[in-house]
């Protein structure tokens, strides 16, 4: 058994030299979904994730489990698994020089010019790896060139060689993931901790649960792929448009099965866009309903799917444990969302939060600004339809971000002919998806855009009660700036609030309040710097 032991490692999510581990329902999906085929035919699979592990832990089991290996594997999207990837994987390079090494990823699969220029990999798997990889541990265990593999990334003669395209394909193709392959308690016990609501990434916990208190969830992916043109977002390039999602009653089955075995509160699902086909949705709720599964849920929901929706389905999310909808919002104006591609127009999006503030779901909404050649009048426009939107939907939490480019898109291309330079190193790469506390294309925002922006992060994170954990003087005099759109004499005022916050805490400790949501903007003197959020990203070797 030992010749067909195969090494997972799933690196860390968030640098924790910033802050708190990563969420604990953050569970290794893609090194599941890349399992699937071969745990059948009875390959050991060990999966070492190091979100369970401070980095050094992580590195050293997993150079401790690839001892009698067949192959050493890994993953990531662009940010700090980038960095944690590389380091682990030169660590067991230099313990096990001759054991074959393989990558794939969103990033990987966009850069695998960088991944192979490191000497590490034998090969990228691009795109949708499950039959890739599958293919390639094969071909390592019969001795076989990886040549005649599809899907694949090699570096021959000092440059990037790609194989023949893989297609993309269904459900019907791959089987259920391989659940026994991980121990959940360890996540259960990082998520029912006290502390929990200040793990990154968390999401809220469901109002039905209690606020902030500590919750069980899993994460789950249920389609690959996206049919949106968005031209921020490499999806289009890895997964050509392609969708491809598994039936509502399989879904149903397998998260029966799942809620029996291990007794969740909440299930994250990880699909870059789960509401493609109304039809799915509809009987993946009435199927919630029918079989009386009771757990609470939260999923990408677009904008124009939302609004596409007849009533009755918008009732049965809502019904069956729909508690936040993701929407990326992305601009404020018709113009730039034209340049983006989504079919977005006018006020769609406060329509759409709108609609499910009717339902009490919660709408997390994110805008985007910065984008290339965008103008500070369209920047403005978007905080301010960010603005009208927490007005018109007091469930919702519409936040603003500042560009973040990614390669492996339109919009990458123009901004490097703007002047934009991306890091060089591979280990640097590990910083650029932080951009949720830091910009990373600085200088694009103009300041007066970039104060307005921190102004009203001040102001909407103030009226939620994030600050104070309660609803008082300050919170109300915010929430009446943000309804009426004053913000004459607001830079005074915040940092009036600021002296007085901090002066307060002295004379009355509280415990601190989680601000998940949106940015704390309680700085003195700024109005505001970036706290943890969620961003859109589904991770994995299997998701690009």
């Known amino acids: ?62 150079v401790e489990a690839c001892e009698g290996a067949l192959l050493y594997a890994t993953s990531g999207i662009l940010g700090y698994m980038v960095t944690d990837g590389f380091n682990c ?33 034998d090969a990228v798997v691009l795109a949708q790896g499950e039959f890739s990889f599958y293919e390639v541990v094969k071909a390592i265990e019969s001795g076989t060139k990886f040549d005649d593999i599809a899907g694949l990334a090699l570096w021959r003669d000092g440059q990037v060689f790609k194989t023949e395209k893989r297609p993309v394909v269904g459900w019907e193709k791959l089987p259920n993931l391989p659940w026994h392959l991980i121990d959940i308690e360890p996540y259960r016990e990082m998520q029912l901790r006290s502390d929990s609501h200040r793990q990154i990434l968390r999401m809220p916990t469901p109002p039905a649960i209690g606020s902030r208190k500590p919750y069980f969830g899993i994460t789950y992916f249920s389609s690959y792929g996206c049919p949106e043109p968005c031209t921020f977002c490499c999806s289009p390039i890895v997964t050509d448009r392609r969708w491809k999602a598994m039936p509502a009653d399989r879904m149903l089955d397998d998260l029966a099965d799942l809620k029996e075995r291990w007794n969740f509160d909440v299930v994250r699902f990880h699909d870059a866009n789960f509401g493609v086909m109304q039809k799915r949705v ?21 904008t124009h799917s939302i609004l596409s929706y007849k009533p009755e389905v918008l009732d049965a999310l809502a019904a069956s444990g729909l508690y936040i909808a993701e929407i990326g919002a992305e601009a404020g104006t018709d113009q ?20 499910m503030d009717k339902r009490g779901v919660c709408s997390s909404v994110t805008y985007i600004i910065g984008y290339p050649g965008e103008q500070p009048d369209s920047m403005i426009a978007t905080i301010d339809q960010c603005r009208r939107l927490h007005v018109a939907a007091p469930l919702a939490r519409p936040t603003v971000w500042p560009y973040r480019p990614i390669p492996g898109t339109v919009m990458w291309d123009q901004a490097v002919s703007m002047g934009y330079r991306p890091p060089q190193a591979i280990k640097e790469w590990g910083s650029i998806g ?6 990373t294309w600085p200088g694009k925002i103009p300041p007066h855009v970039a104060e307005r922006r921190k102004l009203y992060q001040h102001f909407v994170t103030l009226s939620y009660g994030l600050a104070r954990g309660k609803i008082g003087w300050w919170e109300k005099r915010a929430e009446k700036r943000l309804r009426e759109n004053n913000f004459k004499g607001a830079l005074w005022e915040a940092r009036a609030f600021d002296v007085f916050n901090r002066v307060e805490k002295k004379l009355r400790p509280r415990e601190e309040v989680s601000r998940s949501w949106v940015d704390p903007g309680h700085k003195t003197g700024t109005a505001g710097n970036a706290a943890s959020k969620s961003s859109k990203a589904m991770t994995g070797a299997t998701h690009g």
């Not at 010749?3 to 090194?31: F, H, N, T």
């Not at 932080?434 to 910009?439: F, G, I, R, T």
């Open 336 to 355: 730039m969302m034209s340049k983006i591609g989504k079919p977005i127009s006018g006020d769609d999006n406060i329509n759409a939060a709108v609609e």
């Open 1 to 62: 058994m030992s010749r067909k032991k195969i090494v997972l490692y799933q690196p860390q999510q968030v640098d924790r030299g910033i802050g708190p581990r990563c969420s604990g329902d953050m569970l290794p999906l893609e090194m599941l979904c890349i399992s699937s085929l071969l745990v059948r035919e009875g390959y050991e699979i060990q999966i070492i994730d190091a979100n369970l592990y401070d980095e050094e832990e992580g590195h050293r089991r997993a």
């Open 434 to 439: 932080e951009y949720h506390l830091e910009e």
């Open 282 to 302: 509809k009987e993946f709720a009435d199927g919630m309903l029918s079989r009386n599964l009771k757990f609470h849920w939260n999923a990408f929901l677009e």
């Open 89 to 121: 994987s030169t660590k067991v390079k230099a313990e096990h020089p001759k054991l074959p090494m393989i990558i794939g990823g969103w990033f990987a699969s966009v850069r695998p010019d960088l991944q192979l220029g490191t000497g590490l990999y």
